[in-house]
C-alpha cells in the first residue's frame, strides 16, 4: 500500500484521480490548494500574508494551467479532425483518378467505329471521361499550390 502523503491522500488515490482524464486533474489541483489554505487557517496567529499571497499564487498557476490543458486537447481534436477531412479528400480524388483513368483507357481502346464522326466521338468522351473533372480540378488547385 502507498504512504499517505500530508493531504491524506495516498499515491493510489492521486493516481486513481489523474486517470479520470482533465478533470480529475482540475480537481486534484483545487484539493491541493484547498489543503494548503485549510492548513494556513489552523495555524495559531494571524494568517502570514506571504504564505497567502503564496496560496493565491498556486490557484492562479493551477487555473492557468488547467486552461491551457484544456485547451490543447481542444487544438488536438480540431487537428485530427482537419486530418481526416484532407484524408477522405485524399481518397476520394484517388479513386476519382482511378474512374478517370479507366475511362480513358476505354476511349483509347474503343471500336474504331464509335468514332465515326464528331457527335459519336464526342458522346464517347463525355460518357467516358466524365470522371475526370474532379481530378481535373484538384490538379489545378495542386498546381496553383492551394490546400
Known amino acids: 500500500m ?3 502523503c500530508e493531504t491524506g491522500m495516498s499515491l493510489d488515490h ?4 489523474l486517470q479520470v482524464g482533465f478533470s480529475g486533474f482540475a480537481f486534484l489541483m483545487a484539493y491541493l490548494s484547498f489543503g494548503l489554505l485549510r492548513a494556513e487557517s489552523k495555524r495559531d496567529g494571524t ?11 498556486y ?3 493551477t487555473v492557468v494551467l488547467a486552461s491551457l490543458v484544456l485547451l490543447g486537447r481542444f487544438a488536438e481534436d480540431a487537428y485530427r479532425s482537419r486530418l481526416q477531412i484532407e484524408q477522405d479528400e485524399a481518397l476520394r480524388t484517388a479513386s476519382d483518378a482511378i474512374v478517370c483513368r479507366d ?5 483509347v481502346h474503343a471500336d474504331v467505329q464509335v468514332a465515326t464522326n ?5 458522346r464517347a468522351v463525355q460518357e467516358d471521361a466524365a470522371g475526370c473533372n474532379t481530378v481535373l480540378k484538384a490538379l489545378e488547385r495542386q498546381h ?3 490546400r
Open 2 to 4: 502507498s504512504e499517505g
Open 14 to 17: 492521486v493516481v486513481g484521480i
Open 47 to 57: 494568517p502570514r500574508r506571504a504564505i497567502l499571497r503564496t496560496i493565491h499564487r
Open 59 to 61: 490557484l492562479i498557476y
Open 103 to 107: 475511362g480513358l483507357s476505354r476511349l
Open 118 to 122: 464528331y457527335d459519336s466521338l464526342l
Open 144 to 146: 496553383r499550390g492551394e
